[in-house]
Structure formats: C-alpha cells, structure tokens
C-alpha cells in the first residue's frame, strides 16, 4: 500500500527553523518525484516545491532561498528545511507523489500524506 | 509564471445537478492539468489527471474537458459525497499552480 507521513511540525518563532520529513513506503521513492503543497488556514492549496528522480529540484517565489528540498533514497524519506520563518508560512504541510513519464512529462499526484501542520508565531 | 483563473469560487447546487467548474491559464499548458477534490480536514484527493483521464476508482459523473488554456470539470449528476472544494493544478511549468478552488455546497 502506497503511503506518505509527514512529521517535524510545530510551534517555531518568527525567524527560526524546521525540517520536514516525509516518509514513504510501499513504493521505490527513487522512481518518483516528491513535492510539498501547503495549506494556510482557510485558504486553498499552494504548491511549494519539488524534488524529481533525478534529484533536480524546483521553488515557488515564496519560499525560493528560504526552503531547501532534498531526498534521501536509502531512508525513503523526502525533507524540507524551512528556514527564516515567517508567520505567512503558517500552514498544513502536504507532501504528494507523482511520476515523471519521458514522452509526456509530469503527471501531477496520485498519493498524498495526510500533512502536518507549521505555526510560525512569538 | 502561469496564472490558473478558477471560477466560480462557489456555487450552491442540488442533489441530481449537473455542476461545471472551469480553470483558465493564462498561457497554453496541453493537457498539463489535474483536478483535485477536498473534503474538509481531508488531504486532497485526484479525480482527473492528463486533463481528461478519469483517475482509477473515481465515479464516471465526474469528467474533464479542454486543452491549451481551458478547462473544465464537469460533474454529471452532484451526490452528496460530492459536496467538497475542488482545485485544478498546472504541472506544465515551474513553479506549478493550483487554482483558487471552488466550494460546491448544498443548495
């Protein structure tokens, strides 16, 4: 059974730092690209960044210099380093798989964890 | 960076209804689209991906439609496990975007 755990949430201080993991099993995460999507409070999804197979990675402007993707094949586990927090980054912390097909490209996600929630606050 | 437009942002529908919901990006992106429903406390879940491919398990009232800039999610006759906010997302390009979602509620 394909699943997705995200943990390292929490309470953090304007400025300060988290790292996210997220935890797959039931599939060989090397052959997909992992991307985290997040929540603010009330409002829609916003997509934040990605890591592919090939470990190329990719940022949306609000967290480009901030936000570090990065995988680790052998703990099949993705992570987000989130650093110089703000309280806008407050949010539920998604991450969600897809696959990359070499005719057609990205194919969106098929599986998401069920997300793990960042206040940024004093 | 690629602009997906939802609309509308919400809409009230009866059981038995047929509901269109569409998402307009602001350049051309194929067939690069997904649609997403959510359920509240709930992560989202794919009803339609490659635009117009129905993913595996989702009932066949629900549908999609378009290419290049437009399109649609059509859901033939609404029932009540439908009542949720759905959300296209562009995977054409980086940075990928979703749309501002729309809530469909019990008319």
């Known amino acids: 059974e394909v699943q997705l755990a995200e943990s390292g949430g929490g309470l953090v201080q304007p400025g300060g730092s988290l790292r996210l993991s997220c935890a797959v099993s039931?599939?060989?995460?090397?052959?997909?690209?992992i991307s985290w999507v997040r929540q603010a409070p009330g409002k829609g999804l916003e997509w934040i960044s990605i890591?592919?197979?090939?470990?190329?990675?990719f940022y949306a402007d609000s967290v480009r210099g901030r936000f570090i993707i990065s995988r680790d094949n052998s703990k099949n586990t993705i992570y987000l380093q989130m650093n110089s927090l703000r309280a806008d980054d407050t949010a539920l912390y998604y991450c969600?798989?897809?696959?990359?097909?070499?005719?057609?490209?990205?194919?969106?996600?098929?599986?998401w964890g069920q997300g793990n929630p960042v206040t940024v606050s004093s | 960076d690629i602009q997906m437009t939802q609309s509308p942002s919400s809409l009230s529908a009866s059981i038995g209804d047929r509901v269109t919901i569409t998402c307009r990006a602001s350049?051309?992106?194929?067939?690069?689209l997904g649609w997403y429903q959510q359920k509240p406390g709930k992560a989202p879940k794919r009803l339609i991906y490659?635009?117009?491919s129905l993913q595996s398990g989702v009932p066949s009232r629900f549908s999609g439609g378009g290419s290049g800039t437009d399109f649609t999610l059509t859901i033939s006759s609404l029932q009540p496990e439908d009542f949720a906010t759905y959300y296209c997302?562009?995977?054409?390009?980086?940075?990928?975007?979703f749309g501002q979602g729309t809530k469909v509620e019990i008319k």
């Open positions: 969600a798989r897809g696959y990359y097909h070499i005719l057609s490209g990205s194919d969106g996600f098929d599986y």
């Open positions: 039931g599939f060989n995460v090397s052959d997909y690209y």
């Open positions: 890591v592919y197979s090939g470990e190329s990675t």
């Open positions: 350049q051309g992106i194929r067939n690069d």
């Open positions: 490659a635009a117009s």
């Open positions: 997302l562009q995977h054409n390009s980086h940075p990928w975007t």
